[in-house]
């Protein structure tokens, strides 16, 4: 019979945690169709992965944010128009403070921007997972 070790058993566990978890990111992004928009560097609307102004309906699963500098930070708003980034149409905020470091945020429940994608940035590269309606 051949014994384990406890911490053996610990190593064990902790990677198949870490496999899980990563595939079922995988599992999602392929159920789904996610895509990633071209990156946005400055206020405006995201650019989809085809080349077009995401200014329609459109389910958000995610944010990315590269910091170019320290204190990056990303807004999304449900707005066609850099008109309508107001408080009112904001749907989340993503930062990073290291430069040079990402930060990645997965929703649990994709959020429905109605209007179009958005975005504010204050130094840094933004990115918008996106896809299908959820079933």
Not at 44 to 53: C, P, V, W
Request: aromatic share 14%.
């Amino acid at each position: 019979m051949c014994k384990f070790s406890k911490m053996s058993k610990i190593l064990m566990l902790v990677l198949c945690f870490a496999v899980a978890l990563g595939s079922s990111l995988a599992i999602a992004q392929a159920q789904y169709g996610l895509q990633i928009t071209q990156p946005l560097e400055s206020n405006g609307i995201f650019i989809d992965a085809q080349g077009n102004s995401m200014t329609e309906g459109t389910w958000v699963y995610g944010l990315k944010i590269f910091a170019d500098d320290t204190n990056s930070f990303m807004g999304i708003y449900d707005a066609d128009t850099t008109g309508e980034f107001t408080a009112a149409n904001c749907k989340d905020e993503i930062g990073e403070a290291t430069q040079y470091d990402k930060a990645v945020d997965f929703y649990d429940t994709p959020i429905f921007f109605s209007d179009g994608v958005g975005g504010v940035i204050a130094t840094g590269v933004g990115y918008v997972y996106y896809g299908a309606a959820p079933r």
